[in-house]
Nanobody, 124 residues
């Protein structure tokens, strides 16, 4: 069984940075594309970023392009989301997920394994 666990959330001022981590166990991590999603209160879960199983290809939502960077370390079974120039509208619970695909994916239905999420709050 695959287990996904996010960490690194917290409270930060607008303009600040946070680095989220996602540890995956239970399956061959490097065979999965990984993604980050977020969900703000009252909103649907939305795509943030995704990375291919080799780490050579990435995909970003327009709202975070140029501010966020996704990366992975297959030796550590971990994926990261570096978030810079944070805005109040980035406030949400951030979820890490794994997709049985070699390519980055933006659609929720492509993802099979999900973590419990980590709260990110950006104060203005």
């Amino acid at each position: 069984q695959v287990q996904v666990a996010e960490s690194g959330g917290g409270l930060v001022q607008a303009g600040g940075s946070l680095n989220l981590s996602c540890a995956v166990s239970g399956r061959h991590f490097s065979s999965y594309a990984m993604g980050w999603f977020r969900q703000a209160p009252g909103n649907e879960r939305e795509f943030v970023a995704s990375i291919s199983w080799t780490g050579g290809s990435t995909l970003y939502a327009d709202s975070v392009k140029g501010r966020f960077a996704i990366s992975r370390d297959n030796a550590k079974d971990t994926v990261y989301l570096q978030m810079n120039s944070l805005k109040a509208e980035d406030t949400a619970v951030y979820f890490c997920a794994g997709a049985g695909s070699s390519r980055p994916q933006s659609a929720i239905y492509q993802y099979d394994y999900w973590g419990q999420g980590t709260q990110v709050t950006v104060s203005s």
